[in-house]
């Protein structure tokens, strides 16, 4: 089995973060009609499968980044954390490129080339 590459996991990470906040925002509003205002759960209904497959994509995803780019171990917990509060994906995951967690070196690519070749 082949893996992806480390930039194109970063790639998928960083829309996972975005998609995720998105799927937040839509069950708050889902949560909003169904407890507030009382209208309908179907908001709930629909928005709450999508965000908890987006939940656990990021989870897989920040889980696979901190393998491939050697995380220190708080950054992939933070990374964790960030998926538990409503849009701090989109904050974990500016702040992770700023600093360099989001870039794909040439080493964390070698080492996911020798790792799929440990694999093969």
Same mark, same amino acid.
């Given at each position: 089995?082949?893996?992806?590459?480390?930039?194109?996991?970063?790639?998928?990470?960083?829309?996972?973060?975005?998609?995720?906040?998105?799927?937040?925002?839509?069950?708050?509003?889902?949560?909003? *009609?169904?407890? #507030? +205002?009382?209208?309908?759960? $179907?908001?709930? /209904?629909?928005?709450?499968?999508?965000? %908890?497959? =987006?939940?656990?994509?990021?989870?897989?995803?920040?889980?696979?980044?901190?393998?491939?780019?050697?995380?220190?171990?708080?950054?992939?917990?933070?990374?964790? *954390?960030?998926? #538990? +509060?409503?849009?701090?994906? $989109?904050?974990? /995951?500016?702040?992770?490129?700023?600093? %360099?967690? =989001?870039?794909?070196?040439?080493?964390?690519?070698?080492?996911?080339?020798?790792?799929?070749?440990?694999?093969?």
């Amino acid at each position: 089995m082949k893996l992806p590459s480390t930039s194109a996991v970063i790639r998928i990470f960083k829309i996972l973060a975005v998609a995720e906040a998105f799927s937040w925002a839509a069950l708050l509003i889902g949560m909003f *009609l169904k407890w #507030v +205002l009382r209208i309908t759960e $179907l908001g709930v /209904e629909i928005a709450g499968p999508i965000h %908890g497959a =987006l939940f656990i994509a990021y989870g897989v995803a920040a889980l696979v980044l901190w393998r491939l780019q050697r995380w220190q171990f708080l950054v992939a917990l933070f990374a964790g *954390l960030s998926a #538990v +509060l409503p849009f701090a994906t $989109l904050v974990f /995951e500016r702040w992770a490129a700023g600093r %360099g967690y =989001l870039t794909a070196s040439a080493e964390t690519s070698q080492a996911a080339d020798e790792l799929q070749e440990a694999r093969a």
